[in-house]
């Protein structure tokens, strides 16, 4: 095969032209092939807007022809700074040589992101001594599920190669059990039920989520667990893992999570109640370990600001 011919930065994105090896590939395998980046970073990148294939944005299926050019935004990776292991607050529910089970706080990120100056999983994993996977961006090396920073609850984090492919391949094919708890405004009707609708970016608003005709498939299975005077504590399973998925789908049938002013929440509710962040849990975490194939099982009691929540609303009903 040719090798592609990079030609130097054009604003803030690298340049290549397609070679005659690449001709007819759709973009994303093309551009992870140029790059060297991984097939799923490069979709992510599509989503975002930060590929364009001869000056107009790229979308994944679309086919490359020789001579094409294609523009792929790469910002650089931030750095990872060895923070001392109290900052984060993470508690290690597992610890073995292929992966480490973690409960991560509210206001901890799960890897270090541009414009984002607080604590992480990945960085507290390093102060802390933790040897994790290379695999992946450079960024979130061994993550292969994330939590948003408002969200607590069980994450796992791949320390060897085997492990992140291993739990990777588990994510994408749905098997494992990813069970969280949600507080949300007034009573779902029904009281059980699926959503079944796409999310992409906000078309307005660039640092959200949103139903959107032609986003990527998302599914949440909800149920109620106790109805309140003007609010229901939910337990919900995701059968697929998009970002701010349980956010967005509570705000889409008009049942926001309480504290989630960004996708509409009441801000006096959260108030009355001590919320400074949206009240959502990741309460069980289920997956076939990788090495031996033991099914392995994890539960995280709510922390402190929830319980303290929950505790009001039951007192107000």
């Given at each position: 095969?040719?090798?592609?011919?990079?030609?130097?930065?054009?604003?803030?994105?690298?340049v290549?032209?397609?070679?005659?090896?690449?001709?007819?590939?759709?973009?994303?395998?093309?551009?992870?092939?140029?790059?060297?980046?991984?097939?799923?970073?490069?979709?992510?990148?599509?989503?975002?807007?930060?590929?364009?294939?001869?000056?107009?944005?790229g979308?994944?299926?679309?086919?490359?022809?020789?001579?094409?050019?294609l523009?792929?935004?790469i910002?650089?990776?931030?750095?990872?700074?060895?923070?001392?292991?109290?900052?984060?607050?993470i508690?290690?529910?597992?610890?073995?040589?292929?992966?480490?089970?973690?409960?991560?706080?509210?206001?901890?990120?799960?890897?270090?992101?541009?414009?984002?100056?607080?604590?992480?999983?990945?960085?507290?994993?390093?102060?802390?001594?933790?040897?994790?996977?290379?695999?992946?961006?450079?960024?979130?090396?061994?993550?292969?599920?994330?939590?948003?920073?408002?969200?607590?609850?069980?994450?796992?984090?791949a320390?060897?190669?085997?492990?992140?492919?291993?739990?990777?391949?588990?994510?994408r094919?749905?098997?494992?059990?990813?069970?969280?708890?949600?507080?949300?405004?007034?009573?779902?009707?029904?009281?059980?039920?699926?959503?079944?609708?796409?999310?992409?970016?906000?078309?307005g608003?660039?640092?959200?989520?949103?139903?959107?005709?032609?986003?990527?498939?998302?599914?949440?299975h909800y149920?109620?667990l106790?109805?309140?005077?003007?609010?229901?504590?939910?337990?919900v399973?995701?059968?697929?893992?998009?970002?701010?998925?349980?956010?967005?789908?509570?705000?889409?049938?008009?049942?926001?999570?309480?504290?989630?002013?960004?996708?509409?929440?009441?801000?006096?509710?959260?108030?009355?109640?001590?919320?400074?962040r949206?009240?959502?849990?990741?309460?069980?975490?289920?997956?076939?370990?990788?090495?031996?194939?033991?099914?392995?099982?994890?539960?995280?009691?709510?922390?402190?600001?929830?319980?303290?929540?929950?505790?009001?609303v039951?007192?107000?009903?």
């Amino acid at each position: 095969m040719v090798p592609p011919s990079k030609i130097g930065p054009a604003s803030m994105a690298n340049v290549w032209l397609v070679p005659d090896g690449l001709d007819g590939q759709r973009l994303d395998a093309a551009a992870a092939r140029m790059t060297g980046l991984s097939r799923s970073r490069v979709a992510e990148l599509v989503e975002e807007g930060k590929v364009q294939l001869n000056s107009e944005p790229g979308t994944k299926s679309h086919r490359v022809h020789t001579g094409d050019l294609l523009e792929v935004e790469i910002s650089a990776a931030p750095q990872i700074r060895v923070v001392p292991q109290e900052v984060a607050g993470i508690r290690i529910v597992h610890d073995d040589a292929d992966l480490v089970v973690v409960d991560k706080p509210a206001g901890v990120a799960a890897h270090p992101s541009l414009g984002w100056d607080g604590p992480s999983v990945v960085e507290h994993l390093a102060a802390a001594g933790f040897r994790i996977s290379t695999s992946g961006a450079a960024e979130r090396q061994g993550i292969v599920q994330r939590l948003d920073v408002g969200t607590s609850g069980l994450m796992v984090v791949a320390k060897s190669e085997t492990a992140y492919t291993a739990l990777k391949r588990a994510f994408r094919s749905r098997t494992v059990k990813k069970v969280y708890h949600t507080l949300v405004q007034g009573l779902p009707d029904p009281l059980e039920g699926t959503i079944d609708a796409p999310i992409a970016r906000h078309p307005g608003a660039d640092y959200k989520m949103a139903v959107v005709a032609g986003g990527r498939p998302s599914i949440t299975h909800y149920r109620m667990l106790e109805a309140f005077r003007s609010v229901t504590l939910l337990e919900v399973h995701l059968e697929t893992g998009r970002t701010h998925q349980i956010r967005v789908h509570m705000q889409a049938i008009r049942h926001p999570c309480v504290g989630d002013p960004t996708y509409g929440g009441d801000p006096v509710l959260a108030a009355r109640l001590g919320l400074e962040r949206q009240w959502l849990h990741a309460v069980e975490l289920g997956f076939q370990h990788p090495a031996n194939g033991e099914l392995m099982r994890f539960t995280s009691d709510y922390p402190a600001d929830l319980a303290t929540a929950l505790a009001r609303v039951a007192a107000e009903a």
